[in-house]
């Protein structure tokens, strides 16, 4: 079994940032792809940024500019940094890992952590 666990959400007010971190542990061989959503109320659960499983970081469109990915491999951690933040922003970050946990390769999702921007 493989474990993500995100911290780092809360509440910030427009224009703020936050800074969202996801560490996998358990029976990992590889990593093949990480990265996080978001899921707003009434809203499908949607990308917003990762690192492919063939090498590419991809960016949703409404936020390429204010939000970085970035990861620390010996760590199998990877994080969000969120800077100009506006109201519809606010939404439940989402982990995601596609991992090679030795028996197969499976989809795994953190708990999620509250984003909300409001003042």
């Known amino acids: 079994q493989v474990q993500l666990v995100e911290s780092g959400g809360g509440l910030v007010q427009p224009g703020g940032s936050l800074r969202l971190s996801c560490a996998a542990s358990?029976?990992?061989?590889?990593?093949?792809?990480m990265g996080w959503y978001r899921q707003a109320p009434g809203k499908q659960r949607e990308s917003v940024a990762d690192?492919?499983?063939?090498?590419?970081?991809n960016y949703a469109d409404s936020v390429k500019g204010r939000f970085t990915i970035s990861r620390d491999n010996a760590k199998n951690t990877v994080y969000l940094q969120m800077s100009s933040l506006k109201p519809e922003d606010t939404a439940v970050y989402y982990c995601?890992?596609?991992?090679?946990?030795?028996?197969?390769?499976?989809?795994?999702w953190g708990q999620g952590t509250q984003v909300t921007v409001s003042s």
């Open positions: 690192f492919s499983s063939g090498g590419t970081t």
């Open positions: 995601n890992a596609f991992v090679n946990d030795y028996a197969s390769r499976r989809n795994y």
């Open positions: 358990g029976r990992i061989f590889s990593i093949l792809a």
